[in-house]
T-cell receptor, first 119, second 109 residues
Framework: GAVVSQHPSRVICKSGTSVKIECRSL??????MFWYRQFPKQSLMLMAT?????????EQGVEKDKFLINHASLTLSTLTVTSAHPEDSSFYIC???????????????FGDGTRLSIL | KQEVTQIPAALSVPEGENLVLNCSFT??????LQWFRQDPGKGLTSLLL?????REQTSGRLNASLDKSSGRSTLYIAASQPGDSATYLC????????FGQGTTLQVKP
């Protein structure tokens, strides 16, 4: 089955640090990847849609300069939280959808998430 | 803007019961709808995907139905087991998935 690997699984760092999270599709190519954020006991909130070779599309209220997304290949997207502060602490999850013209038939496959804690 | 509601928010049942989780959504112009399972502190596991042209999908003890015109989907779990304890999320897809708040299920031995 389709596997999405997300790394690291957990990060603890000081305020002001920039943190990079990687999302890889291991056994399929993904034109589109998605980044979500989840607060405790809440559902997933879509942050941005990442398209290979083009700029990411951010949801309303998400700061693009704060959350930098790069999707340089069909198997890798990265999310960089720049100058992270305690309020950025959260669970970040990526997903990937296989490249297919009939993309509406394709499920999204999710990584295991990254728990980010900013001290 | 798509809004997704899941009822009930939490459910506790004894092992062996059959149960139904409900999902409603406001924008019926969807391509498909996925049901996911999330264990505490973990990512999401895809359970079922129903295409917009389909009425239901089955996988083992799970059966999901879709009534696109009325904006409803249900997930039926047969003969529940303690290992089914998790949060279940539905997500209708337009160009992107929008998630409900989930139903947290506890199956007691």
């Amino acid at each position: 089955g389709a596997v999405v690997s997300q790394h690291p699984s957990r990060v603890i760092c000081k305020s002001g640090t920039s943190v990079k999270i990687e999302c890889r599709s291991l056994d399929f190519q993904a034109t589109t990847m998605f980044w979500y954020r989840q607060f405790p006991k809440q559902s997933l909130m879509l942050m941005a849609t990442s398209n290979e070779g083009s700029k990411a599309t951010y949801e309303q209220g998400v700061e693009k300069d704060k959350f930098l997304i790069n999707h340089a290949s069909l198997t890798l997207s990265t999310l960089t939280v720049t100058s992270a502060h305690p309020e950025d602490s959260s669970f970040y999850i990526c997903s990937a959808r296989a490249s297919d013209r009939a993309w509406g038939n394709q499920p999204q496959h999710f990584g295991d998430g990254t728990r980010l804690s900013i001290l | 803007k798509q809004e997704v509601t899941q009822i009930p928010a939490a459910l506790s049942v004894p092992e062996g019961e059959n149960l139904v989780l409900n999902c409603s959504f406001t924008d019926s112009a969807i391509y498909n709808l996925q049901w996911f399972r999330q264990d505490p502190g973990k990512g999401l596991t895809s359970l079922l995907l129903i295409q917009s042209s389909q009425r239901e999908q089955t996988s083992g003890r799970l059966n999901a139905s879709l009534d696109k015109s009325s904006g409803r989907s249900t997930l039926y779990i047969a003969a529940s087991q303690p290992g089914d304890s998790a949060t279940y999320l539905c997500a209708p897809a337009t160009g992107k998935l929008i998630f409900g708040q989930g139903t947290t299920l506890q199956v007691k031995p």
